[in-house]
């Protein structure tokens, strides 16, 4: 069973394609083991129904990359990161930890 990566954003974000990036470069030599799904947040509906926690979100197999539940109220918003972006390699970590798990 492949692992489900879901990247969460809306175009009024600028980290979004930073993101992106990292999360591109993270799954390099992965792709037999992943599906990769974009999903682009447009509206306070949208936000609702993935129950946004911001832009740019990464959740593996429905869990938030750095384990941020579920917000309350969920709305079209920047996410900030206190260490800033995650990089290529904490997202490859994460990644990987969650594929040995499951095998």
């Not at 941020?68 to 996410?79: F, T």
Request: proline residues 7%; charged residues 30%.
């Amino acid at each position: 069973m492949k692992l489900k990566l879901e990247f969460q954003y809306f175009e009024g974000c600028p980290n979004h394609i930073k993101m992106w990036d990292n999360i591109t470069e993270a799954i390099k030599g992965l792709v037999d083991k992943i599906e990769l799904e974009k999903v682009l947040v447009e509206d306070e509906v949208a936000a609702m129904q993935v129950k946004f926690r911001g832009s740019p979100t990464l959740l593996i197999n429905g869990e938030d990359l750095l384990g941020m539940p579920v917000p309350e109220e969920p709305s079209l918003a920047c996410r900030y990161y206190p260490k800033g972006i995650p990089t290529s390699e904490e997202i490859r970590k994460a990644i990987l930890q969650k594929i040995n798990k499951e095998n």
